[in-house]
């Protein structure tokens, strides 16, 4: 079963954007619930976006520097 990853709420309402920074986990790899996935920051913070599920990412789907918004795609899983 696939699952998508998103952008979470960002716990400031003037903040929807954030910036993929640096990613943890690559295509291929096996990751348990909570492990850290994507850094991302935004003009007041740095952050890790975590996996909501363990499984296998099985697709990026954006890049480092890429710009994104709350409830955007970040990944895929397989679950």
Same mark, same amino acid.
């Given at each position: ?12 309402? #003037?903040?929807?954007?954030? /910036?993929?920074?640096?990613? @943890?986990? !690559? $295509?291929? *790899?096996? &990751? =348990?619930?909570? +492990?850290? %996935? ?12 975590? #996996?909501?599920?363990?499984? /296998?990412?099985?697709?990026? @789907?954006? !890049? $480092?520097? *890429?710009? &994104? =918004?709350?409830? +955007?795609? %970040? ?5």
């Amino acid at each position: 079963m696939r699952y998508e990853v998103t952008l979470p709420e960002l716990g400031d309402d #003037s903040v929807d954007r954030a /910036t993929v920074t640096l990613w @943890l986990a !690559d $295509e291929g *790899d096996i &990751v =348990s619930e909570n +492990d850290d %996935l994507v850094e991302m920051t935004t003009d007041k913070a740095a952050f890790s976006v975590p #996996s909501p599920k363990a499984g /296998t990412l099985v697709e990026k @789907l954006v !890049d $480092e520097d *890429d710009e &994104v =918004s709350v409830g +955007d795609v %970040l990944c895929i899983l397989e679950i």
